[in-house]
C-alpha cells in the first residue's frame, strides 16, 4: 500500500510561509536536497494545490534548458517528468497541462484508490491548504518537515483546522550545516 507524505519546510514558529506566501526564508543547500531526494525516490505521484502546481510548472520544465543546472535540480527534473500528477481543487475547472489530473470532490475515495492500487508512494509538495485538507481527512501517512531556523511571526501555519489529536512517531531526524533540521515523522 501506499502512503501519502507531506514535505514542508516550516519556521521555528509553526509557519510554512510568510504573510503574503514568500518562501524567501527557506534554506537549501545539497545535504538538504540529498536527503530530500531520498524520499522523492520512494514516490512516483506528486499532489498539488494549484497554487504550488504554477510555481512548479513554470520551474522544473524549463531547468533541462538551463546550462547552470545543478544535479540536484537535473535529479528532479527528471523525477518531474515521470511522475504522476494530481493537483487537487475544488474552483479551478481545468489544467493548461492534460497530462496532469485534476481532482476536484471526492478526494477521500480518490485517495484510497491510488493508496491501493499499485506503485511508490504520493508526496504533498508544499501546498499547506491541501495539506490541512488532507490532514482533517485523516489522509496523510508521513510528514517530512525541514524545519528551518528562522522565527516568522505570522503568515500560513503548518497544522490549522484540526479538530482532535494526532499522535505521530519521529522516525528519524537530521541536522545539517545550514541549521535546518529534517524531521519525518509517521502516523
Known sequence: MKNIVSLMHMSLDGFVA????????????????SYI????SEADTAFYGPKTFQMMESHWPNVLK????????L???RWYEKASKIVFSK???ELDNH?????????????????????KN?????????????????LT??????????????????????????NLRLEHSTEFKSGVVGLHYIK
Do not use: C, Y
Open 18 to 33: 510568510s504573510p503574503k506566501g514568500e518562501l524567501d526564508w527557506i534554506k537549501f543547500d545539497d545535504q538538504v536536497f
Open 91 to 93: 474552483k479551478q475547472t
Open 141 to 166: 501517512d508521513e510528514f517530512l518537515i525541514m524545519l528551518n531556523p528562522v522565527i516568522l511571526g505570522a503568515g500560513i501555519p503548518m497544522f490549522e483546522g484540526m479538530d482532535s489529536k494526532m
Open 122 to 138: 504520493a508526496m504533498i509538495f508544499g501546498s499547506p491548504r491541501l495539506v490541512h485538507s488532507f490532514i482533517q481527512l485523516g
Open 75 to 77: 535529479t528532479h527534473t
Open 66 to 73: 538551463d546550462p547552470k543546472a545543478t544535479g540536484h535540480q
Open 99 to 119: 497530462s496532469v489530473r485534476l481532482v476536484r470532490e471526492n478526494i477521500p475515495d480518490e485517495i484510497r484508490n491510488l493508496k491501493n492500487g499499485p506503485g
Open 37 to 40: 531526494d531520498t524520499f522523492i
